[in-house]
């Protein structure tokens, strides 16, 4: 007889803590002090040790391996809904598929404040009405414009609206050139779902800080609608407050970044995810999930349509869709009226030096000629490019000295902000050092900051242009809290001639006054060991090429891309405005040489305050591994190699990758190999790992 048989009072459940142990936690439930039976995704408070901790209700059991006497109680019920079985199966999914225990996975899904005890009378006295919902009823009334669609918009939303209706999974690509009008298009269809009562959708974007103007326009597409936002930026009680909303269902649209694959409601009915190919739905430290491919694995558990958005999908998605297993929808024109594609220049700085032109600053003749052509007719100019501060390192001439960050195998970037102190600082590991006066290896005087960063290009156009309002927009001058908004306001407004920016300026932002954008320093990535770089910049280039947009003065906008490699693909596709020409030559190299979507990969990462701990552990590991009966032969191991970036922070690390055609065997050997790394783990001391699926850095 069990134990549950026995007693009608009692039950046993096992529980989901937050804690790298891969198991549940058996507890007493007693039913008279709780006052209703356990539910699977309910928030639970329990004693562990001689804490109180929160844990998550994964099932309900007969009897526990252990002595029933010596369970401790379940001591309360958070005041919430519990979580979707959706979401709990995820979790569960995500356990097993990234080798993490189903707490690791679960319990940071839930809002800082859910996960303490004494949070929970607070939150249960929530402020009920929406900011938002007062905000934006009256706005609407005279924003919303009757927008016409074209007939691709239109076959798409009937598409979708189909799928939705016929309640089937199914896994859409929507790919379509800025301004085809892609947003537009799965609102209308979201509108659709909407209408069906008590229905929910989720909207996933890259940075929601970034795009104000999307949460405007779902806003103003969804007056009706209660909507909330998830992102890391929200304070606590928020992000609780936004939580419960989406858990009970009040919430309709929750629109949110990566996290919000991991919320829990109970009536989700379709999945939007915007710029797809973005690497930040990548998480990249405790569980390291990919969060797109989460939101497809959940909409097929609820078997609901999912849309993927992407005007440079990722090579993965466009092979899918390509190979029919996701349907493709494709918007081929620019939707908005007067939108034209830009006339993009590829400038062969080869040829621009040979003409006499020194190229010191690293602006060739023609784009400076058209910044002052464009500065003449009042029109904005963009300067992209992808790295921040002044010179990316300081360089003695007299020793070679160069400005190594002390914890990371790193140059320390030069910071030299105007009106500021200057400094030298690490992007890896956040160390900043003051300027040394004199070279610290040979005494030289003479320091020389090599290369350029926003800062320098910044100072070299007001130097050229002292008459132009120019504007820096990186991680710097972005930093507090709404300052971004504010720089992206006075753009629209006019308040800049000249932009000079990262790739926070490519993303989501359409500025309608700006004529010419030039890329000045985009080779670097070309020569990348990561394979997926040239993929990357690719999908940087059309993006920052898509804020171009179009005036009455200026005619069609212009691109202006200066390079020493002017054949590479990326240059090429780009300026025949050939996404998918780009995409199926990457695939046939990729086809070629085996690499992902043709095979899966694993990266297994050790670090250690030496980089022969952390070489041995994963040696020593990966053989015992491979010794093992049940091992599978299919499966590639790469040797055991230092990381390109050997030092971070301190820390020395290693690697190996796994490659498999076949996902199950690669899932067997991670198994094996994860024991195998457990075991090593203890006989040594100090050297931490992590297993990475589908890395997409490597
Ligand atoms: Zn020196
Ligand atoms: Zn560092």
Redesign the pocket.
């Known amino acids: 007889m069990s134990f549950a048989e026995k007693n009608k009072k009692q039950s046993i459940v096992q529980v989901a803590i937050d804690t790298p142990v891969n198991k549940l936690f058996d507890y007493i439930w007693d039913h008279e002090s709780l006052g209703s039976s356990p539910q699977r995704g309910q928030i639970i408070s329990i004693e562990f040790g001689k804490k109180e901790l929160v844990g998550v209700v994964i099932k309900e059991i007969e009897n526990s391996e252990f002595d029933i006497q010596k369970l401790k109680h379940v001591t309360g019920i958070a005041p919430c809904t519990s979580i979707s079985e959706d979401v709990i199966g995820m979790a569960e999914f995500s356990s097993v598929y990234y080798q993490k225990s189903i707490g690791e996975v679960l319990l940071p899904a839930i809002p800082k404040y859910w996960r303490q005890k004494e949070k929970w009378e607070l939150l249960s006295k929530a402020k009920r009405k929406t900011k938002s919902a007062e905000k934006k009823n009256h706005r609407n009334k005279e924003e919303q414009k009757v927008i016409h669609l074209n007939d691709e918009q239109e076959t798409a939303i009937a598409e979708l609206v189909k799928a939705s209706q016929e309640k089937k999974f199914e896994t859409y690509l929507l790919q379509g050139v800025t301004g085809s009008g892609k947003t537009l298009t799965y609102l209308r269809w979201l509108a659709k779902v909407l209408e069906e009562e008590n229905s929910q959708v989720l909207i996933m974007v890259p940075e929601i800080n970034l795009t104000p103007q999307l949460e405007e326009s779902v806003r103003t597409a969804f007056p009706e609608s209660s909507l909330i936002v998830m992102h890391s930026g929200l304070t606590d009680r928020t992000r609780a407050d936004n939580w419960l909303k989406a858990n009970t269902g009040e919430a309709k649209i929750i629109l949110g970044t990566r996290m919000a694959v991991m919320t829990s409601m109970p009536n989700l009915r379709a999945i939007v995810v915007d710029e797809e190919h973005d690497l930040s739905y990548k998480q990249q430290e405790g569980v390291r999930y990919s969060a797109r491919d989460l939101a497809v694995w959940r909409a097929k558990k609820l078997e609901v349509p999912i849309l993927l958005v992407s005007a440079t999908p990722s090579l993965e998605t466009w092979y899918r869709a390509e190979d029919e297993k996701y349907k493709k929808l494709s918007l081929n024109n620019r939707a908005a009226k007067n939108a034209t594609k830009p006339i993009i220049d590829i400038v062969d700085l080869n040829i621009d030096r040979q003409s006499g032109n020194k190229n010191e600053h690293g602006f060739s003749a023609h784009l400076l000629s058209g910044i002052a052509k464009n500065l003449e007719l009042g029109l904005q100019t963009l300067i992209y490019i992808n790295r921040r501060g002044y010179s990316p390192v300081l360089n003695c001439e007299a020793c070679s000295w160069v400005s190594d960050?002390l914890?990371?195998s790193?140059h320390m970037v030069l910071h030299r902000p105007a009106g500021e102190r200057s400094s030298l600082c690490?992007h890896?590991?956040g160390?900043i050092r003051s300027i040394p006066k004199v070279c610290p290896s040979c005494g030289n005087s003479d320091l020389i900051p090599l290369g350029k960063g926003t800062q320098k290009v910044e100072e070299f156009l007001s130097q050229q242009f002292p008459q132009a309002k120019i504007l820096r927009i990186d991680a710097d001058t972005t930093r507090k809290k709404g300052s971004a908004e504010e720089l992206f306001g006075s753009i629209h407004d006019g308040d800049a001639d000249i932009i000079v920016g990262t790739q926070m300026v490519t993303k989501g932002h359409d500025y309608q006054s700006v004529a010419l954008v030039g890329v000045i320093d985009a080779d670097a990535s070309l020569f990348s060991q990561d394979y997926r770089a040239a993929e990357r910049l690719f999908a940087q280039l059309m993006q920052v090429t898509g804020r171009a947009g179009r005036s009455e003065k200026s005619g069609a906008s212009r691109v202006v891309i200066q390079t020493r490699y002017p054949s590479a693909a990326p240059y090429k596709y780009l300026q025949q405005d050939d996404v998918n020409g780009f995409l199926a030559e990457v695939c046939e190299e990729r086809k070629m040489v085996g690499l992902p979507p043709f095979s899966y990969q694993a990266l297994i990462h050790a670090e250690h305050k030496t980089l022969m701990a952390a070489i041995d552990m994963l040696k020593d590991a990966s053989r015992a591994a491979q010794l093992s009966e049940a091992w599978p032969q299919n499966v590639m191991m790469s040797d055991v190699v230092p990381k390109t970036m050997v030092r971070l922070?301190g820390k020395e690390r290693a690697q190996i990758l796994m490659e498999c055609v076949n996902r199950q065997s690669l899932q067997y050997a991670l198994e094996i190999f994860q024991q195998a790394l457990t075991e090593q783990n203890t006989k040594r001391k100090g050297v931490g790992w992590y297993i990475e699926r589908d890395p997409v850095q490597i």
């Open positions: 960050c914890k990371c790193a690490c890896h590991c160390l922070a």
